[in-house]
């Protein structure tokens, strides 16, 4: 345990403080419950790491919760309780990785720890840290894992607090080994018991440990150790049990030895980036020694292999020579460390197993002479050998590096304590008992770093960090390939000059890309450095069927395909059995989370597709795309009907029910849209069979896309009637996402056509979505008669539900003409026509739409009726965007009734379920109205956490909902006390381009009173450089008295062209008595067009007649016909003179036409303007 990486975590939740522990730079483990009180997750969350006695770098850091991810469903009750957290800057300390441990053996365990109870002198400061210590009984059982029993015996608080309350979240340590987190006590046992998580559950889950092992502190692995009391004693009485060693040290801490049999490795690449989790985990393998071999259930004798497989380029065989040379290195292997290249994936003939034995037979020091002359007594001297090495106590270490075949290995593979290392293409599943590690392309970052390490390599090159856009642009055209990026990294060495977007240029022609991705000489083991070479040999292993396989899946539109597409491609009774095949060749990856999809490597695909039109004839290429185009067509088509909303019409029987078509339709978006672009005709019949599918997911940007080159197709083709059909759709999904001009066009584009084909169905479809948009824009009146029109057609028709749509949306804008009779009357009709026919879901739309107006004329209760009836239509329909609308509504309603309970909970779950839909816009919205809610019912730490994720949902929007949600945020931090969070919140939404917002914010709370608010509203624009914040602000403070501050912002102000700050600094002199410089300032003002500065100078200049006998300053102040007013003509031109006299030639002359203009007009009248210090702000309310 490092107390320099001990962490205090908070929430701001009346129970949200708790401990944690960094496991690395960004990442603090802790309890689930800490982050997630009250089943809710913390808004907020403020992190101090470090110990004040061990260091003084004590930091604070914002974090967010990155596991389990929040944006998903909320964590079931059975979870394990552990959460990571995600820190917004690092916090580098010194020390290696944390080490994960697993509490064994009979004997209790001694634990250690660190948190923050409450029972502590001063709770939550990170000056009282209590150590925890004691033993862990490994026999007790608990529900919630660990058993922690405690020499402390706090006694609880006088106000009722659980004295262990801030220790959730505690890293629990056994023997310097991580192996729980602290998620409860236990008041039954006095105090004196704890309960603990057990790591190990959370490390089995791939997400938890994947995060582990890439943002750990550096040398971290999600490996784990076995930890038994130092003490224990095996049952039988003999030796004692300890735990894991390495020469008679914990393992780990032993130092290098090096070894003293034969090391034959190749020298391993000089940096490995971005594979340290992978190192790890085989080096935890490949140790030798007995606890090791117990903990995987190994008898003496049993082979124990490691295998590394992957594509070709992707970096197995440097893994494994850093791995191998790293244990040479630490002594583990004193028998040797062997090394063969098996050629299974090369240009050279394949080395078999008798070869191999000859030359390891030989590297151990076996003489010609004594070397066996046959194959099989070659391996049997073989086997001899290492089983002599295994007695004496010499482990040996064998690497068997590009093997093709299980035969090529498999007579070559010593028994324990030795242990075997191999590379391959292939997976290798007919070995049994492999330790597999898989490795894919890097991540970009990584791909970043190793490209940036190439080119420093030999010289001060900068080019990757000075061009990174360029850089991960590049990184991604590799494939993130460790071998293309080498290729590349090399290319860029020879040419300093070239710059990485002139490489990226050359990758940009997927023609060609493979030939710039190689390279005029060999690896270090001499293999070309060309990725079509490298792909070629695993090619050439395919059998007949795998590689036309392989060829023709290059031609499948899209970035995925699955098994039962695959099927329709390749026409092949044994389809799913060369998918396979290429899986474990690895020119197929199987989507981890979806068994039934595959994808190939972007380059790989390349390659296949370059060979596939090579064999386009004899593969048949042609008809094997269009089977899979018909697939495609088909199934969508089929799962269309499933998402008909009239109960009683057909469906297809190809999915069973709706979701299953909805599912589908999901997984194939992209295939589907990919097959759009690649053919006409495939193009014509999805635009129109996924008009539903688009619009119900809310896919308007692929329904745009879609329906734009379908429009153009039938207007290629002279088909003016799918042209007009084709072109609502169009519409439809322009006015979705705000492009009200283009759908106003195609609406009528496609009316006209209707009227020229003569179809009044479509004439009536057009209508009614033209009337939609123009109800959009506000063209009301245009938009009632489209909807009148259309629900004529309709009705003239027979068409039932066509015209309850229009009547539906011929009610809501009447709603909105505030014409609300009317619209309950028509909104009543549709809802009945669209019961009659069974069209639950537009009933539901109905209801929603009737119920917005039924509250507006004050029939709430009904409104909730009808909204809970809609909610729960969207619900059975599974259009969970139209749930989470209606439930919103139905949040508001209920709070109009006083149901205040039931409204927090709906807005809740509207928020989850807008959030499942990717509208963040409208998610953002529910959490506002929630958080307003909240804070009528006095629930200010809740609507703190509310208002808190508002504003992270809303900050990308650009709409004025986020300026809406970081104010109300703001105001209620201020009301609460908490001002210094006030002022980040502002600040940093100031910076983001909302300082307007604020200083509009600022100005309600001077009306209401207010003044702090309004005053730490304007300090956060101001600071973020709003001229018109920073002149308000001067102006309360120097009616506060402020004067020296409030002067340094109206300067400031001034300096940026702001002419009220010039005015109030006039003002500021004229009240302080600096009569002389504020007459200046008006002056000023009022050349730069500031109104009141005209009055204010007549004012200050008819208080000195008769002071200044050098000169005229301003005529009488004659009254104009209107009282109040003066005589602008005379005050412009002795402003004139002003400057004239002033030396001011520059704004005299602008002012001269103004003064002549005004003379001639005679009279401007102010109308009984008030000229004060405030130019927005109303002063005298503000004081109130």
């Known amino acids: 345990m490092d107390p320099q990486r001990l962490a205090l975590v908070r929430t701001g939740a009346p129970r949200g403080s708790g401990s944690g522990y960094l496991v690395g730079p960004h990442l603090v483990l802790t309890a689930l419950h800490v982050v997630r009180p009250d089943e809710r997750w913390a808004g907020h969350i403020e992190v101090h790491v470090g110990h004040p006695r061990y260091g003084t770098d004590l930091v604070q850091r914002s974090a967010r919760v990155c596991w389990p991810d929040p944006h998903k469903a909320a964590p079931p009750a059975h979870s394990v309780d552990v959460a990571l957290l995600w820190l917004d800057e690092p916090v580098e300390t010194s020390g290696g990785p944390v080490r994960w441990g697993r509490p064994g053996g009979v004997v209790p365990v001694p634990f250690e720890g660190a948190g923050f109870p409450a029972f502590a002198a001063d709770a939550g400061s990170m000056t009282q840290c209590e150590y925890l210590r004691g033993e862990l009984p490994v026999v007790s059982t608990s529900s919630s894992g660990w058993v922690l029993d405690c020499p402390v015996w706090p006694a609880p608080a006088g106000s009722g607090e659980r004295p262990w309350a801030g220790a959730s979240g505690s890293a629990i340590f056994c023997h310097g080994r991580l192996v729980g987190v602290a998620v409860e006590d236990n008041p039954t046992m006095g105090w004196r018991r704890l309960h603990a998580v057990p790591i190990h559950e959370a490390l089995e889950l791939t997400e938890f440990a994947d995060l582990i092992s890439r943002h750990g502190h550096p040398g971290t692995t999600s490996a784990l150790e076995e930890v ?84 070709g380029g992707v970096g197995k065989t440097a893994l494994a020579l850093h791995a191998a040379h790293q244990a040479s290195q630490e002594g583990r292997f004193p028998g040797g460390v062997l090394f063969a290249d098996l050629r299974g994936y090369s240009t050279d003939p394949e080395v078999g197993p008798p070869a191999v034995a000859d030359r390891f037979l030989r590297a151990l020091g076996v003489k010609d002479d004594d070397l066996p002359a046959s194959a099989e007594e070659k391996l049997d001297a073989w086997r001899t050998v290492v089983k002599d090495l295994a007695r004496r106590g010499r482990p040996l270490l064998v690497v068997l590096d590009n093997a093709r075949t299980a035969d090529q290995v498999h007579p070559l593979l010593p028994g324990s304590p030795h242990r075997a290392l191999i590379t391959s293409r292939q997976t290798m599943s007919a070995l049994r008992g492999v330790r597999r590690i898989t490795l894919e ?189 018909d697939h495609y067509v088909t199934l969508a088509a089929a799962a269309d009907t499933h998402l008909e909303t009239v109960a009683g019409l057909p469906v297809s029987d190809r999915f069973p029910d709706r979701a299953t078509a909805l599912d589908w339709l999901d997984a194939e978006r992209p295939n589907l ?129 066509g015209e309850a749509i229009a009547l539906t949306n011929h009610g809501a804008v009447l709603d909105k003409l505030g014409r ?187 009306a209401a009173g207010l003044t702090r608010q309004a005053e730490v509203f304007l300090r956060a624009a101001a600071d973020a450089g709003h001229l018109e914040s920073k002149v308000n602000l001067g102006v309360l403070l120097a009616e506060a008295g402020c004067a020296q501050e409030a002067e340094d912002l109206f300067r400031a102000a001034a300096d940026g062209g702001d002419a009220n700050a010039v005015f109030n600094l006039g003002v500021l002199y004229e009240k302080t008595g600096r009569l002389k410089e504020a007459r200046s300032y008006y002056l000023h003002a009022a050349a730069a067009g500031q109104r009141g500065a005209l009055s204010r100078l007549w004012s200050l200049t008819a208080s000195q007649r008769g002071q200044d006998t050098q000169r005229t300053v301003l005529p009488n102040r004659p009254a104009t016909a209107d009282t109040g007013g003066v005589d602008a003509g005379a005050m412009l031109e002795s402003l004139y003179e002003e400057l004239r006299l002033a030396g001011d030639d520059d704004r005299a002359q602008r002012i001269q036409p103004k003064a002549a203009a005004a003379h001639n007009e005679r009279w401007l009248r102010h109308g009984g303007l008030q000229v004060d210090w405030l130019s927005r702000l109303d002063l005298e309310r503000l004081g109130k």
Not at 234 to 251: F, I
Not at 255 to 279: F, K
């Open 441 to 629: 392309a890097l991540e970009p970052e990584d791909s970043l770093d190793l490209l940036e390490r190439a080119l420093r390599a030999e010289r001060d090159d900068d080019r990757i960090a000075t061009q990174r856009e360029d850089a991960l642009r590049l990184a991604a055209l590799c494939g993130h390939l460790p071998l293309a990026l080498h290729i590349t990294a090399a290319l860029l060495r020879d040419v300093r000059t070239r710059s990485v977007a002139a490489q990226v240029e050359a990758l940009e022609d997927v023609r060609t890309r493979l030939d710039a991705l190689a390279y005029d000489d060999k690896d270090s083991e001499g293999r070309p450095l060309a990725v079509r070479v490298t792909f070629e040999l695993s090619y050439q292993h395919l059998n007949a069927d795998q590689a036309r396989a392989f060829r023709l899946l290059a031609s499948a539109p899209g970035p995925d395909i699955s098994t039962d597409a695959a099927a329709a491609l390749l026409a092949h009774p044994g389809a799913e059995r060369l998918l396979h095949g290429l899986a474990r060749a690895h020119l197929l990856h199987p989507d981890p989370e979806r068994q039934d999809r595959w994808s190939m490597h972007d380059l790989v695909r390349v390659f296949a597709d370059e060979r596939g039109r090579v064999h386009a004839d004899t593969d048949q290429r042609a008809a094997a795309l269009a089977r899979l185009l």
């Open 820 to 1006: 609300f009779d009317e619209a309950i009357d028509i909104h009543s009709a549709a809802a009945r026509i669209f019961h009659d026919i069974g069209d639950r879901h537009n009933a539901g739309k109905a209801r929603n739409n009737l119920a917005l107006v039924l509250w507006e004329v004050g029939r709430v209760e009904e409104a909730v009726e009808a909204l809970t009836a809609a909610g729960e239509i969207f619900h059975h329909t599974g259009d969970r965007h139209s749930e989470g609308s209606a439930l919103t509504n139905l949040a508001y309603a209920l709070r109009l009734v006083g149901r205040t309970e039931e409204a927090v909970s709906t807005y809740t779950t509207a928020v989850d379920i807008l959030g499942s839909t990717g509208d963040r816009l409208s998610q953002g919205k529910a959490l506002v109205n929630k958080g307003a809610l909240l804070v009528e019912l006095d629930r200010f730490e809740e609507a703190v956490s509310t208002y808190t994720t508002a504003v992270d949902i809303l900050r990308d929007t650009g709409g004025p909902e986020s300026a809406d949600a970081v104010c109300r945020l703001g105001a209620l931090l201020v009301r609460t006390g908490r001002l210094d969070e006030a002022v980040t919140v502002l600040s940093t939404a100031a910076r983001n381009g909302a300082a307007a917002a604020l200083c509009r914010q600022a100005s309600s709370h001077a």
């Open 228 to 311: 038994i009391a130092q003490n224990a004693v095996r049952s039988d009485g003999e030796e004692p049990v300890r735990p894991p060693t390495h020469n008679g040290r914990p393992y780990g801490f032993a130092p290098p030895a090096e070894s003293t049999g034969p090391v034959t490795l190749p020298a391993a690449p000089a940096e490995l980036v971005g594979r340290q989790g992978p190192l790890q985990q085989i080096l935890a393998w490949l140790s030798p020694d007995p606890p090791q071999e117990a903990e995987f259930g190994l008898q003496t004798g049993t082979v124990v292999v490691s295998a590394v497989a992957g594509m």
């Open 673 to 801: 849209l990919a097959a759009a672009a690649a053919d006409t005709g495939a193009c014509t019949v999805l635009a129109s069979v996924l008009t539903r599918f688009l619009d119900h997911r809310r896919h308007f940007e692929d329904a745009i896309t879609l329906n734009t080159t379908a429009v153009r197709i039938h207007q290629e083709a002279g088909d003016r009637h799918r042209e007009g059909l084709t072109l609502t759709n169009l519409g439809l999904a322009l006015s979705e996402v705000r492009r009200f001009d283009e759908a106003v066009a195609a609406h009528r584009q496609a009316l006209d056509i209707m009227n020229d084909c003569g179809d009044r169905q479509g004439k009536g479809q057009a209508l009614t979505n033209l009337g939609l948009v123009l109800s959009q824009v506000r063209r009301f009146d245009e938009a009632i008669a489209a909807h009148t029109g259309a629900a004529g057609i309709f009705r003239d028709t027979g068409d039932r539900r």
